[in-house]
């Protein structure tokens, strides 16, 4: 696990606000030489502290207007069970997360989907036909006051 320092956790704000920003930009933000400012940045890069960059999609203008978070409870809890589930799960367009969780289900998936009647048809077409699942417990997203994501 790497250290931050004040400097470097300015430089992961600012990318993570806006990941576009021209290493001059950021440099001026945080204070920093532009050399200094790609150093750290290539730092943060090659020790996977950054692992990425991305676009982010505004799923409203593509017609996902349907976000759900669905609570999978399985069958039996071998680890042959969760791997048949998982890899079943990762076929699934609609299927944007998929985590394993502790409590009363075993995993947690977040499902976009056109509408109501699409995420019917994932719930009864995709979940409802794996063995490996015994129970599913829906929750509709109806506003995000904060995501992170976006």
């Known amino acids: 696990m790497?250290?931050?320092?004040?400097?470097?956790?300015?430089?992961?704000?600012?990318?993570?606000?806006?990941?576009r920003l021209s290493n001059t930009e950021l440099a001026n933000r945080v204070g920093l030489s532009p050399s200094a400012c790609l150093r750290r940045v290539q730092e943060l890069e090659h020790s996977n502290v950054i692992s990425g960059y991305r676009a982010i999609i505004n799923k409203a203008q593509?017609?996902?207007?349907?976000?759900?978070?669905?609570?999978?409870g399985l069958c039996d809890h071998t680890k042959k069970s969760q791997l048949a589930f998982e890899q079943a799960i990762t076929l699934s367009p609609e299927v944007?997360?998929?985590?394993?969780?502790?409590?009363?289900?075993?995993?947690?998936?977040?499902?976009?989907?056109?509408?109501?009647?699409?995420?019917?048809?994932?719930?009864?077409?995709?979940?409802g036909i794996l063995e490996q699942v015994n129970s599913i417990?829906?929750?509709?997203?109806?506003?995000?006051?904060?995501?992170t994501r976006s």
Do not use: P
């Open 62 to 72: 593509l017609g996902i207007d349907c976000i759900a978070y669905v609570a999978v």
């Open 96 to 127: 944007s997360e998929c985590h394993n969780i502790t409590g009363s289900y075993e995993y947690l998936l977040r499902v976009e989907t056109k509408n109501l009647a699409t995420y019917k048809v994932f719930h009864t077409d995709v979940l």
């Open 137 to 147: 417990t829906t929750y509709m997203v109806m506003e995000s006051a904060k995501d």
């Open 2 to 19: 790497i250290k931050l320092d004040r400097i470097n956790q300015r430089i992961l704000q600012e990318l993570e606000s806006n990941g």
